[in-house]
């Protein structure tokens, strides 16, 4: 869908009266429905699970001490053997309906016009599939929407500033989305440029966001666009000359670049609502820098600030004050700071460091045509991963760091489009992305941080549909499985698991392995790989990719300061001094 529609001349009858678009909006929907945000041709499909019994949970007990990788194995095989009586095969799953929802996420009494919405939005919420609000929505669109004071002196109206605080999947993005088109939709003509800036701490979650408000806003007329890089400053510049951006969605750098660039007319001088989602993210010194140059350009007084993130922590507190957020309504839906939704299934596996690819293979064969996603730790495991699964004629890409914005792009509209359903990512696709369907999460490296397990866990089991999360607990992992668990306040049940089917694949998984961890050598030394007939595109994906890896490396090198990202550096040294 393209981002820079122009704003159709209809704004002001629509602002008029909702039954003009209302008709609109009908009218309309057969163009649009390509562009739908949810995927209801697609179902779902789950592993039945069924409540662990005492002699289970007396075996969980065990994961308390140090395994060797002799008693891990016969730890893993004791615990299939205590779970096949009572759990049934992979092979039995159960039809889910894209739209059936958890009563605890969507309430179906409520409607979006018992929110405070108008007609017309409710009826575009209706034609892209929005049935009901979600229960982030219910709680702030009514705080949003209603107003804080009203200047006379100056004609401006003040909302209430919001930090939301919500689990992944629950409709977040809608949340804030909805009552700035409301507010705008309001307005007195046709509304400013710039009258919103959205900010996403990546390029994904940023692209995905701008998604939804064209979906939602481009049928009343609010035109919207990303500011992400990926082209010249002066091209941005450009672009934003000949057209009025009502809803601008960008990156904290890419913005700061455009305001600092002395040929462009973009500013924010009638901006009205900035939103910070994922806000815990946006810490540190470069995000520090660009939120400061932001915070400067708007004229504080006029701008209603929302803070939302799945998580909040008390460095937050950085934010707030930067923002001069003196009384903001703190709105927060989950039961504890750290919260899963109750749709999604939690497993653990425990495998030996040296047989997690033959598991993984295992894990992909018993569950053919569901669309998974496979976290890795490090950028060079998600490329190896994703050369040995396409080397066993599993339709898998990457999503890395280390890969150019165009290429990351091209997988990830693979993926979501169902062509490669198996995504093999570092935690770049842990926030924010909105996968419709994705079924099974599996994280093949324990994350190093505990809080990043409910980023990554969070992209499945969403807006109530049912989800699958299977971590890989190796030998050298259990402190961190245990910080797992004591975060997420659950205990979760072994995977059932064949043993005997996964270690056949030993041989097979070992030599594409091998042969994938060959190819990454060659191509660093610069030996180019010769392309296969078949998945052309993602190869030349993939070769680029460890270009960039290797370019990455040498710079690392220089500096003395090693590769891959702090956090799974962390992880490995900690792993090689258990060793």
């Not at 009514?142 to 209430?160: Q, R």
């Not at 792009?409 to 696709?429: E, M, N, W, Y």
């Not at 299977?470 to 992992?477: P, R």
């Not at 997420?488 to 089917?501: G, R």
Request: charged share 25%.
């Amino acid at each position: 869908m393209s981002s820079q529609q122009k704003a159709p001349k209809t704004f002001k009858s629509l602002q008029k009266t909702s039954a003009t678009a209302s008709a609109l909006s009908k009218t309309s929907s057969a163009s649009s429905s390509s562009s739908e945000p949810t995927s209801a041709s697609v179902v779902a499909k789950k592993t039945k699970t069924t409540t662990p019994n005492k002699s289970e949970i007396t075996k969980q007990q065990g994961l308390k001490r140090k395994l060797s990788d002799t008693t891990l194995e016969e730890e893993s095989e004791s615990r299939v053997v205590a779970t096949s009586s009572s759990n049934p095969s992979n092979n039995e799953a159960t039809e889910q309906q894209p739209n059936k929802a958890d009563s605890s996420v969507i309430d179906t009494s409520v409607t979006f016009a018992a929110l405070g919405l108008s007609q017309v939005l409710c009826d575009t919420l209706k034609d892209i599939g929005y049935k009901h609000p979600t229960k982030i929505q219910r709680e702030v669109i009514p705080v949003a929407i209603k107003e804080a004071f009203h200047d006379d002196e100056t004609g401006f109206t003040k909302y209430n500033d919001i930090i939301g605080i919500s689990e992944t999947g629950s409709g977040k993005t809608a949340s804030y989305v909805l009552p700035i088109l409301e507010r705008l939709l309001q307005l007195k003509g046709d509304p400013s440029p710039c009258s919103a800036l959205i900010l996403a701490p990546t390029r994904e979650l940023a692209t995905q966001i701008q998604y939804h408000v064209n979906a939602l806003g481009s049928k009343i007329g609010i035109t919207s666009t990303t500011l992400i890089g990926g082209t010249t400053i002066a091209n941005d510049s450009l672009r934003f000359k000949k057209n009025r951006y009502h809803v601008v969605v960008g990156t904290p750098g890419r913005v700061c670049d455009l305001l600092q660039y002395g040929k462009s007319n973009f500013n924010l001088n009638h901006t009205r609502f900035l939103v910070l989602d994922e806000a815990d993210k946006m810490l540190g010194s470069e995000f520090d820098k660009w939120l400061t140059v932001i915070s400067e350009k708007l004229k504080r007084k006029q701008c209603t600030v929302y803070l939302f993130s799945a998580t909040m922590t008390t460095k937050i507190d950085k934010l707030l004050k930067l923002h001069q957020m003196t009384n903001p309504v703190k709105i927060q839906v989950t039961s504890s700071k750290y919260h899963t939704v109750d749709t999604l299934t939690q497993q653990y596996l425990l495998v030996p460091e040296k047989y997690k690819e033959q598991y993984l293979v295992y894990l992909l064969n018993e569950n053919p045509g569901k669309r998974i996603l496979v976290f890795a730790g490090q950028n060079a495991t998600c490329i190896m991963l994703s050369i040995m699964l396409r080397s066993l004629k599993f339709p898998a890409v990457p999503l890395s760091g280390h890969m150019d914005e165009t290429h990351r792009q091209h997988c990830l509209r693979k993926f979501i489009s169902g062509d490669r359903p198996i995504l093999v990512a570092t935690d770049i696709a842990a926030r924010g992305l909105d996968i419709p369907l994705v079924e099974i999460v599996i994280n093949f490296d324990i994350p190093a941080h505990s809080k990043e397990y409910v980023h990554r866990v969070g992209r499945t089991a969403r807006i109530g549909n049912q989800g699958l999360a299977i971590t890989f607990v190796t030998q050298y992992d259990l402190q961190y499985f245990q910080k797992i668990e004591a975060l997420i306040e659950k205990k979760m049940d072994a995977c059932p698991v064949n043993k005997e089917n996964a270690m056949l694949l030993t041989n097979t998984v070992s030599q594409a392995a091998k042969l994938a961890k060959k190819k990454m050598s060659d191509m660093e030394k610069g030996d180019l790989p010769v392309k296969s007939d078949e998945f052309t595109e993602e190869e030349e994906v993939l070769n680029n990719a460890i270009r960039s890896l290797t370019a990455k490396r040498e710079h690392a090198g220089k500096k003395k300061s090693g590769g891959g990202n702090s956090g799974s550096g962390n992880l490995k040294k900690k792993r090689k001094e258990q060793k």
